[in-house]
């Protein structure tokens, strides 16, 4: 029984290549750096929102909470927003700065 034999080549000659121009380029990083951008005031307005009645009145910190405070959603589900914000602010700062 006769067999053939296929040659595969790593060269990428046959593939079609895209070519993004820098304005589309520019417009995919504007998109990337909004998302990013819109999920961590998403998360600072949730935290935000945790601390509402008991530890602050609007903008103003109330005295009561010099005795002690506790977000309505409990401190470990707030420290783990406020890494998540972090990380947003991280991400946003290395793409910014085309360290990705």
């Known amino acids: 029984m006769a067999r053939e034999l296929t040659v595969v080549s790593g060269s990428k000659l046959d593939e079609e290549e895209t070519v993004v121009s820098p304005e589309e380029k520019y417009r995919l990083r504007q998109n990337v750096m909004g998302v990013v951008l819109k999920d961590a005031q998403h998360t600072w307005a949730e935290m935000w929102r945790d601390l509402q009645g008991e530890v602050t009145d609007g903008v103003v910190i ?38 990705m």
Do not use: T, V
């Not at 959603?73 to 793409?95: N, P, T, V």
């Open 62 to 99: 109330l005295p009561e909470a010099e005795k002690g405070c506790k977000p309505k959603c409990g401190w470990s589900e707030f420290l783990e927003k406020m890494w998540l914000l972090k990380h947003y602010i991280d991400y946003a700062q290395r793409f910014s700065e085309g360290k």
